[in-house]
């Protein structure tokens, strides 16, 4: 059987990471940037420190109201009671887990039937990022979802779940129609992208001479609209809330955490410089496994990132030029993690 399909295959659940977990082979630590460790962040992020909970139950106006709100104050939540089964969660993080344990050899020679996936280890992108990490990729469509029952039992669910986020955004920010921003990534067009990483542990000695962690995945904006996140019960998360400022984000396994992204930044005039694009990045500390899993939500190739007419006030102006969704994925994918990508689309004065 092709290992790229046992990957996603039926395995029983794990409570916990297996003890055979394998670490990376062979590591490069000396490539791999040390970021010291932050001992006074979450005392200077304040109110920061906890993410906004939304709980989808409540009544529509309410969970608007605190999306925007939090897409405005930190481009960052996480929602509760969203209808997605902890049992499928964890049945797909077991099945990470089974695949993240196989040698490595194994691992490389998984081979996937789109030119945009795969399979890496510490190398993230062709610009020269590296992290300390292994991670599957896969560009999925409402067309084809890959592989296991599993995974697209999955992807469906979280599809709907960023249906509904993007429709109560909407009518937040009193946008019409109320698909005006969902529309955009549903589409048979649309263009998503999922990720399943693997941050193993590393070793402690190393870490505490220095006083510091891995970088496990460099600081970074997502590209794409929006961005869910669900990971194992493992801190690692970190957001920037100010220049060279950043604060740990408290795990939590059984609610979803939902980023702003760059395009959505740019999307609606009423956002525009107020809702946040959020800088973010995964540290590891060496003491545990970390697995998380994200689903990107793109829209089409062609489609215009301008603020939507709807929401224009009256004279105001996007600070960003009209550009394609393939326009500025090119982009930010030719650049490094760390880079300003929306400052290469930013109007010059007078413009």
């Excluded at 920061?48 to 999306?67: G, H, Q």
């Excluded at 694009?277 to 060496?286: E, K, N, T, W, Y």
């Amino acid at each position: 059987m092709p290992l790229y399909k046992r990957l996603l295959f039926s395995v029983s659940i794990y409570s916990i990471f297996p003890s055979t977990m394998v670490v990376l082979s062979s590591p490069s630590l000396d490539q791999i940037p040390l970021i010291r460790t932050p001992k006074a962040a979450a005392a200077a992020a304040g109110s920061f420190s906890v993410v906004p909970a939304i709980d989808l139950s409540k009544p529509d106006d309410t969970a608007a109201r605190l999306i925007v709100k939090a897409c405005q104050d930190l481009g960052l939540f996480k929602v509760t009671n969203h209808g997605v089964s902890l049992e499928l969660m964890r049945r797909l993080e077991a099945e990470a887990v089974s695949f993240f344990s196989l040698p490595l050899l194994e691992k490389q020679r998984s081979c996937l039937p789109h030119s945009f996936g795969g399979y890496g280890n510490k190398s993230i992108g062709a610009n020269g990022d590296v992290g300390w990490l292994e991670y599957l990729l896969f560009a999925v469509t409402p067309k084809q979802y890959p592989f296991s029952s599993t995974l697209r039992e999955y992807l469906s669910a979280i599809r709907k779940l960023a249906q509904r986020v993007l429709e109560l955004m909407a009518e937040g920010l009193a946008i019409q129609p109320r698909d005006a921003l969902s529309k955009l990534v549903m589409g048979e067009q649309s263009d998503g992208l999922f990720r399943l990483n693997h941050y193993p542990p590393c070793p402690l000695q190393l870490l505490h001479e220095f006083n510091s962690c891995l970088t496990g995945f460099g600081e970074h904006t997502d590209p794409q609209v929006i961005s869910i996140l669900r990971s194992n019960n493992t801190s690692g998360l970190q957001i920037s809330v100010k220049e060279g400022s950043w604060i740990p984000i408290l795990p939590d396994d059984e609610s979803f955490f939902i980023n702003v992204g760059d395009a959505l930044q740019v999307l609606a005039v009423l956002t525009n410089g107020r809702f946040r694009s959020v800088r973010h990045r995964v540290v590891a500390d060496g003491r545990e496994s970390r697995v998380s899993m994200i689903y990107f939500f793109g829209p089409a190739l062609g489609e215009r990132i301008a603020p939507l007419p709807q929401a224009m006030r009256m004279g105001e102006q996007s600070r960003y030029r009209e550009f394609t969704w393939e326009e500025y994925k090119k982009a930010a994918y030719g650049s490094r993690l760390s880079d300003d990508r929306l400052g290469l689309f930013e109007k010059s004065t007078g413009q």
